[in-house]
């Protein structure tokens, strides 16, 4: 009985892998019918006729032009080298790779490599932690996995066991790009790009070898005009992959360019073009039969800058000239130290600003080929002291006191402080003079830049009003530009206590005259002036005058003019700030405009900066019965307020038509 019940389980269980058998073999029947009948054609059609793919029409970035239309930032057709994942022969990546970089090398061309790695063995961590720590993540490594770890599994993963090291960094380092990319059979690989016309050759005449390597046209970002304002300009740069984690990626893929800096950055959103769809048919050899465009591309919008190209190159030559002839004439300690320098000129009521420009500066053509040049070059020529830069105003603040004076009715135009080069009133503190004027008003306390005057009424009216004007005038606050920007600090006891410092009687007087901790940027200070001339009202200051279509067939956006204050200065206190203003250009700098023929309503300063040195700052605003520009310029221990004055002057000259003559070499050091 045993044996007969063994042997029906046995039987049951042959049934029941036949019966599974059965199924198994019906499925495949099933689906080889439906291939063969049902999807036959397709497949077919697929051998015969080939597959289509949809591809990317990369989208012109927008324009960026000064404010007559003339190019600041375009771009130029270019190109690149690519790899089409659904042409190329499989597992040849290696070979082509080494292949195309030798024909690059030969050509002294580069190619898209950001592998965190050195390129010569023993190999060693480079780039940012951010950077290595992807890389490891990518290979699947401990945070602590060392150099040696990752080399050995990027080998491992590419296939690369055989290769020298010299071999090996050249293609892991675009194999862990092609990865870091996306690079699929949908999304094409940038090998290089901007390539020469020898290396397409090349590459076409052995494109039986380069199967799947094609030449594609992309845009190149050019700067017609790289040495205007370049700081305002900015720059574009392959986006990092940190950047990308906070992207559209709808919008934008990791072989795309960004703004990094300056406007390409602040209208990155409008420059960046809107990339189109190409339907590509292939046939079964891989050829292209047909292309279709799916969705055209749409360029960015022309961003319209506030700048005047030809004004930006005055004020910047301008600047130059008088740095160079500080250092090659004047004597040590009186300007001959003389380092960087900047100068800003802005539209009064619009807050356009026509020129910003820094000294030394560079050139957005050259800037990657110069770049490490430029990081060991002296004077920092790749900080943009217009917007980021903060200074000590120095007697530039003291029409800022007479102002708020004048409006708290503390004094009158005919208010007299008896100056005798030193100030009694405190016993601990008493600071002087640069001079011994006896009794004095406030428009020519203002031309002689009196200290004794402005400690006074400073010290009756106390930090707190000087702050509130001050903060009319938009020093220590933000301008309104569109780019990156420091706002300093009016010298307060607020700051003092944060940052550990006591304050004290002396603390007030020395803000009164533009000392202590008082810092603001040069466009704040060209504002503040530019304030001062539209009677107290304040705008926004800014570089971009509107957004346009990119063929300028529409205006898309215009900067709209932003009180941002107003003190409802009087007409008296205006007439009286004027009065001592253009005292100023007669006394403190009136060896530059004696020959002018234009009123010029202006400031000097000289800020200490060691105790040895001190920068020149001078500003004004001309013509003086109707205000038309605004300039502030300042040189680094530059020595006396007035050196920077022959800056502003060549300015003028030139704003307004007159003949511009040489700054004179000698006359200005000593007035």
């Given at each position: 009985m045993a044996e007969n019940k063994d042997v029906n389980?046995?039987?049951?269980?042959?049934?029941?892998?036949?019966?599974?058998?059965?199924?198994?073999?019906?499925?495949?029947?099933?689906?080889?019918?439906?291939?063969?009948?049902?999807?036959?054609?397709?497949?077919?059609?697929?051998?015969?006729?080939?597959?289509?793919?949809?591809?990317?029409?990369?989208?012109?970035?927008?324009?960026?032009?000064?404010?007559?239309?003339?190019?600041?930032?375009?771009?130029?057709?270019?190109?690149?080298?690519?790899?089409?994942?659904?042409?190329?022969?499989?597992?040849?990546?290696?070979?082509?790779?080494?292949?195309?970089?030798?024909?690059?090398?030969?050509?002294?061309?580069?190619?898209?490599?950001?592998?965190?790695?050195?390129?010569?063995?023993?190999f060693e961590y480079t780039g940012t932690e951010t950077s290595r720590t992807r890389l490891r993540k990518h290979l699947d490594l401990a945070e602590f996995a060392s150099a040696e770890d990752v080399v050995f599994r990027l080998r491992e993963k590419y296939g690369l066991e055989e290769m020298n090291d010299e071999d090996f960094r050249k293609v892991a380092g675009v194999r862990y790009e092609m990865d870091r990319v996306g690079y699929n059979y949908v999304t094409p690989y940038t090998f290089a790009k901007d390539v020469s016309t020898a290396t397409i050759n090349i590459i076409s005449e052995h494109s039986y070898y380069f199967q799947g390597i094609e030449i594609t046209e992309s845009y190149e970002r050019e700067y017609p005009n790289g040495d205007v304002a370049p700081h305002v300009i900015g720059l574009t740069g392959i986006i990092y992959e940190e950047e990308y984690e906070k992207l559209d990626k709808s919008v934008y893929g990791m072989n795309d360019i960004i703004g990094k800096s300056g406007l390409e950055s602040a209208f990155e959103s409008v420059l960046k073009g809107k990339d189109g769809k190409m339907k590509v048919t292939y046939d079964a050899e891989g050829e292209i039969i047909s292309e279709e465009i799916i969705e055209e591309a749409v360029p960015g919008a022309t961003v319209v800058s506030t700048i005047d190209m030809d004004l930006q190159r005055v004020t910047y030559n301008a600047l130059e000239k008088q740095i160079l002839n500080l250092r090659n004439t004047a004597k040590p300690g009186m300007g001959k130290e003389s380092e960087g320098g900047v100068a800003v000129v802005i539209e009064i009521g619009t807050g356009e600003i026509l020129a910003a420009a820094n000294y030394p500066s560079y050139n957005l053509s050259t800037y990657y080929e110069d770049y490490s040049t430029l990081l060991e070059t002296e004077y920092t020529p790749l900080f943009n002291r217009a917007a980021e830069g903060l200074y000590a105003p120095g007697s530039t603040f003291k029409p800022v006191v007479a102002t708020a004076a004048l409006q708290l009715e503390n004094i009158t135009a005919r208010s007299m402080v008896d100056c005798q080069h030193v100030y009694t009133y405190f016993t601990d503190y008493q600071p002087t003079c640069l001079g011994h004027h006896g009794k004095i008003n406030v428009r020519h306390a203002l031309g002689y830049s009196c200290n004794i005057f402005f400690y006074e009424i400073g010290r009756i009216m106390g930090i707190n009003n000087i702050r509130q004007y001050a903060y009319y005038y938009g020093l220590g606050e933000p301008t309104g530009i569109e780019i990156k920007e420091r706002t300093g600090q009016v010298s307060n006891p607020d700051w003092a206590n944060d940052n550990g410092i006591y304050w004290n009687n002396g603390d007030v007087l020395q803000a009164s005259i533009g000392q202590g901790y008082s810092l603001f940027s040069p466009i704040q200070m060209a504002n503040y002036v530019a304030t001062i001339a539209n009677k107290g009202v304040r705008v926004n200051a800014h570089f971009v005058k509107s957004i346009n279509a990119y063929d300028f067939s529409e205006v898309l956006y215009e900067t709209p003019v932003e009180v941002l204050s107003d003190m409802e200065m009087t007409d008296y206190t205006y007439e009286t700030v004027l009065s001592g203003m253009l005292q100023s250009s007669q006394d403190s700098s009136g060896f530059v405009w004696g020959d002018f023929d234009m009123k010029v309503a202006s400031k000097t300063g000289t800020p200490q900066t060691t105790t040895k040195t001190v920068n020149s700052t001078f500003i004004c605003f001309a013509p003086a019965d109707d205000p038309q520009i605004a300039i502030a310029v300042i040189i680094e221990k530059g020595w006396q307020g007035y050196t920077a004055a022959p800056v502003a002057k060549e300015i003028l000259q030139y704003y307004f038509g007159t003949e511009t003559g040489d700054i004179p070499e000698t006359e200005i050091l000593v007035p």
């Open positions: 389980v046995s039987k049951a269980r042959q049934i029941i892998v036949i019966v599974f058998v059965l199924i198994i073999a019906s499925i495949f029947f099933v689906r080889l019918m439906t291939m063969q009948i049902v999807e036959g054609e397709s497949y077919r059609s697929y051998l015969t006729e080939g597959y289509s793919v949809t591809k990317t029409i990369e989208a012109a970035r927008g324009n960026i032009v000064d404010r007559y239309g003339r190019s600041l930032a375009g771009n130029t057709v270019c190109y690149d080298i690519t790899f089409d994942k659904n042409n190329i022969v499989k597992d040849s990546e290696n070979s082509v790779i080494l292949e195309l970089i030798s024909i690059l090398e030969k050509n002294g061309e580069e190619w898209l490599d950001n592998l965190p790695l050195t390129k010569e063995a023993p």
